[in-house]
């Protein structure tokens, strides 16, 4: 079975400074993770993905994510926060052996402070 | 690109009122899925079809029921609401399983 595990529901930045919000997971099979991003009264869209090719992913908007299998963690990281950066940040798993699909995680709020 | 269109994006229905939601996409993908969105719960599947002719369950099937009309739709309904139904429905598609999802902008229910 697999599981995803977002370690904190809220993160508040300043603008300018760094962004980290942590992911793990668990999965029996090598998994396929996924960052979503979503605004408010939107849905999600997909920041970037984890699919064995590289560890360190890059997505859209400046964001990325080191996939530490000896950590089961894929933690997205932003080097400088913009105000348009405000959204919900889900953390997904694909295992190929669930035929369940996606797991998503709970989300982290992430504000960000002028 | 309107990409993965629901309708409505509002609706508030009475208890053991049915409704349906309406989900088009114009992107040529095999599978579709219905989530549901609770706060603090992150996104739970209800139900999903890997391609066109075929429908399974996901997590949290009960109360529901789908139809895969053709490729691009991928309809959910409710046959007797309940307020436990209240809660904010996305729609999404993938070229195929496990590829990333294309979400539309979801339909905000409530029942009451």
């Known amino acids: 079975a697999q599981s995803v595990t977002q370690l904190d529901s809220h993160v508040s930045v300043s603008e300018g400074t760094p962004v980290l919000l942590r992911c793990n997971y668990s999965?029996?099979?090598?998994?396929?993770l996924f960052w979503y991003v979503q605004h408010p009264n939107k849905g999600l869209q997909l920041l970037l993905k984890y699919t064995s090719a590289a560890t360190l992913v890059k997505g859209i908007n400046g964001f990325e994510a080191e996939f530490k299998k000896s950590e089961t963690s894929f933690h997205l990281t932003k080097p400088s926060a913009h105000m348009s950066d405000a959204a919900e940040y889900f953390c997904v798993v694909s295992d190929f052996g669930s035929a369940r699909q996606l797991t998503f995680g709970s989300g982290t709020q992430l504000t960000v402070l002028p | 690109n309107a990409g993965v269109t629901q309708t409505p994006k509002f609706q508030v229905l009475k208890t053991g009122q049915s409704m349906t939601l309406q989900c088009a996409q114009d992107m040529n993908h095999n599978s579709m899925y219905w989530y549901r969105q609770d706060p603090g719960m992150g996104l739970r599947l209800i139900y999903y079809?890997?391609?066109?002719?075929?429908?399974d369950k996901g997590e949290v099937p009960n109360g529901y029921n789908v139809s895969r009309l053709n490729k691009r739709e991928f309809s959910l309904r409710l046959e007797s609401a309940a307020p436990s139904q209240t809660s904010v429905y996305f729609c999404a598609s993938s070229e195929a399983l496990n590829s990333p999802l294309h979400f539309g902008n979801g339909t905000r229910l409530t029942v009451t």
């Open positions: 079809s890997a391609s066109e002719g075929t429908t």
């Open positions: 999965s029996s099979y090598s998994p396929s």
